[in-house]
């Protein structure tokens, strides 16, 4: 297949596929498809509510057409799926958006297409569990009729600088022809260029130990943290410190929540369980980054209780409850583990974010955000999510929010030591 004469298709226009398909609708007929008709009606009219691409940027798309209806789909040759990869409550792979897209896909699939996953999952998991969709609803055979790749997302929500053009991409496919079409694909738009893994196993394989590695530095720093606590040394000082010496990383201790550095661990440990093997690091990891909003909580209370404040009844403010800073992504945020927690307390939270939506929030955890705070009202403040305005607004205006002995604490370490009363 000559790539250059095909019409892609992207399955989901979520915070992946959005940027991708844009991207390739700059030089080529792309179909946008995205079940949510929604999403769709919203893209149509110049507007992406997840504030990743403004208006200008949509429009620079001029070879892209948006679309939910199936038949659409028909038109392309190669399909590209962007779906979500999230866990249930058990914490174990949730493959049903993988499933249904592939579901999707097999319906319209046609003798020598191809198709492209970009969602993580565990090493395998394309062609052991989607393989056998398209195979079942298309009629077709793997490697014979149609043919798979893979490319691993690597899309930072929020980030203007380090965007998909800018970051170089792994590319792999299920035969070495194929490999080769994929990477020429992805070379024709990815400016940092392109890296063609050996297999399909392989690339999987790596995305997931990419996010793995990070959510276990940030467990470290997360324990040092809770272990400089004890021993009353600021943390962000001692980072500071040691980050002189030229090959310190410098990760640092916080709510490690979102769709992937707190989700994608849990796809390699139930993977390596499924083949026998029960994992001693990444899990402890996990442990220690899933239990430190309750430590935020418990380190509030503990300094409120110490300023004589009556801690059932209390009120606090919590600033932030995206999954992380200058982002709109309420998914598996970790910042609602604090706000629980505080009430498991018998504190009553009020919530602010200038960057949730508040219908979400309402939806997804219960939670009506505070639009505009009422100053002098609260007996401790918490600021979780370190968005830039909170940063333009300034310490002071924060701790404004607060009464004459409130409790300020500072996660993001954002000011400096001696304006907050606890900082991670």
Known sequence: MEF???QVAVIGLGYVG????VEFGKVRPVIGFDTNEERIAELRG??????ELDAAELAKAEFMTYSCDLEALRAARIYIVTVPTPIDSHKRPDLTPLIKASETVGKVLKAGDIVIYESTVYPGATEEDCVPVLERVSGLRFNQDFFCGYSPERINPGDKQHRLTAIRKVTAGSTPETAETVDALYASIIEAGTYK??????????????NTQRDLNIALVNELSIIFNRMGIDTEAVLQAAGTKWNFLPFRPGLVGGHCIGVDPYYLTYKAEAIGY????????RRINDGMGAYVAGQMVKKMLQ????VNGARVLALGLTFKEN???LRNTRAIDVVRELREYGVEVDVHDPWANAAEARAAYDIDL??????????GVVLLVAHDSYRTDGVKHLRAYGTDSHVFCDIKSVFAGNESDFRL
């Open 307 to 310: 300023r004589r404040i009556q």
């Open 278 to 285: 029960h994992s001693q690091v990444i899990l402890a990891g």
């Open 197 to 210: 893994a050996e297999s399909i196993r392989v690339a999987e394989a790596a995305k997931v130990i990419e």
């Open 370 to 379: 505070v639009a505009m705070p009422e100053k002098g009202k609260y007996d």
């Open 4 to 6: 250059h004469d095909t």
């Open 18 to 21: 959005l940027p991708l398909a």
């Open 327 to 329: 982002c709109p992504d």
């Open 46 to 51: 110049g507007h992406d509510h997840t504030r």
